[in-house]
């Protein structure tokens, strides 16, 4: 099943060149602000329109019910806390990875760079407090192609997800 999402709702094209180097410097900037202790709910809206621009850079998502709602309580930390294990370039080169390869996907080609693609994924979701063994149930017993998309959709619903929630919120929640 996968979700598709009018592009004649929102102001910009579903795909934007540059939008997860975009995003990841928007985050890692309200990180440093979070850090600080000076950051503010303006600061944390930019953060996640940014997120959703990027989003909207990998629609359609090949989504399972119940995947949002089982990764969100796996989830333990926000977007602003994975610069404590990757950098801000790796998380921006990772969202423009997933973007081309989910372009890749969507043409039912295996991009090249799959296995690099999958490693950072991995990455990036420890930084989240998250283990990609835990989402093997919504990957079993599918095609090459579709277990991709379906890790691409994983992903991009624990950037969003996460973009949306901070600390306290996923503490309460658990």
């Known amino acids: 099943m996968s979700i598709d999402v ?3 709702l929102f102001p910009f094209p579903t795909s934007i060149e540059g939008a997860g180097e975009a995003a990841a410097h928007v985050i890692a900037s309200a990180s440093a602000l979070k850090n600080m202790n000076e950051l503010t709910l303006e600061s944390l809206e930019t953060v996640r329109k940014y997120v959703d621009n990027w989003i909207m850079s990998v629609v359609p998502l090949d989504y399972i019910p119940g995947m949002a709602e089982y990764l969100g309580g796996k989830l333990t930390k926000s977007i602003l806390d994975v610069f404590e294990e990757i950098s801000e370039q790796e998380l921006g080169e990772t969202l423009e990875m997933i973007t081309l390869a989910k372009k890749s996907l969507d043409k039912g080609d295996v991009p090249f760079n799959f296995a690099e ?16 063994n835990d989402f093997g149930r919504f990957l079993e017993n599918s095609n090459i192609v579709e277990k991709m998309k379906r890790t691409v959709t994983l992903f991009t619903l624990a950037v969003g997800i996460s973009s949306v929630r901070d600390r306290l919120w996923i503490a309460e929640s658990q």
């Open 6 to 8: 009018d592009s004649g």
């Open 117 to 132: 693609v999958e490693v950072r994924i991995e990455r990036v979701f420890r930084a989240l407090g998250l283990e990609m």
